[in-house]
């Protein structure tokens, strides 16, 4: 099977989290490229760009079948895929799935009593040539989910990635499945009070305590803000791509 893993990183040098994510990639030796090193950041519809423009070179060139797309400041790689892993994303793309309710509000009210049914825009994985409609999509209904969100709620919102992805999974048609990873199998985005003590890591699985179940998803999302980070998360961070005791 053929995956390449994609990300954007404008910052150079390399900060400490971006080299811990291609540390993660390589430790599991999966192709990666990385967009938009050293331009300016120009917003979060410019990376989707990023995202799409690089997605259409790909599936011109048919070098890969599959792509990853992954934030790098606040995720690690820790397993690469199975064959049941590639089996699930024959005619679906996979998306991030969070407490956080970052989506438009319809969304949020549509599953509100699904807390973990929220988009998160630092993953998702599927097929290029899906993966290609999918962003297109995205970037096609763009102005539309800010002008919807201005008319219908409150004005000058900051409208983010996760606004339009909620906008276009509650609202766009697809010949694919759009899936919200609610079971966490491709990857587990953390909630911003967790703590180390709440996870148990082993050699081939992360135990919750608080829940009791056992995940071994694809990446493992800390979410959040890099001046911000859930310190006691990044030493599992660590421990898993460095090898790191706990302490």
């Known amino acids: ?92 793309i996979y998306l991030g799935a969070e407490k956080q309710k970052t989506g438009i509000l319809e969304f949020n009210e549509k599953y509100d009593k699904n807390p973990w049914y929220n988009i998160n825009g630092g993953f998702s994985i599927g097929k290029i040539s899906n993966l290609v409609t999918f962003y297109t999509e995205v970037i096609n209904k ?45 990857v587990l985005n953390f909630t911003r009070d967790v703590t180390q003590e709440d996870y148990i890591i082993e050699s081939d699985y992360i135990y919750s305590k608080t829940n009791k179940n056992v995940y071994l998803p694809i990446a493992l999302h800390n979410p959040g803000n890099p001046t911000l980070p859930i310190n006691k998360l990044m030493k599992i961070f660590d421990n898993i791509v460095y090898k790191k005791k706990l302490l």
């Open 1 to 92: 099977m053929s995956i390449i893993l994609l990300t954007c990183d404008t910052k150079l040098p390399k900060c400490s989290n971006r080299i811990r994510w291609e540390t993660s990639v390589q430790n599991q030796n999966l192709n990666y490229y990385v967009m938009s090193t050293g331009l300016k950041w120009e917003g979060w519809k410019w990376r989707i760009q990023q995202y799409l423009d690089t997605l259409l070179k790909l599936n011109n060139e048919n070098k890969y079948k599959y792509a990853i797309i992954t934030d790098c400041w606040d995720l690690i790689i820790q397993r690469n895929l199975t064959l049941d892993d590639y089996a699930k994303l024959d005619n679906c």
């Open 142 to 186: 763009w102005d539309t989910c800010v002008d919807h969100i201005n008319r219908k709620h409150t004005n000058n919102q900051h409208v983010i990635d996760q606004h339009v992805i909620s906008y276009v999974y509650l609202y766009s048609k697809f010949p694919f499945t759009l899936k919200l990873d609610i079971s966490k199998e491709f």
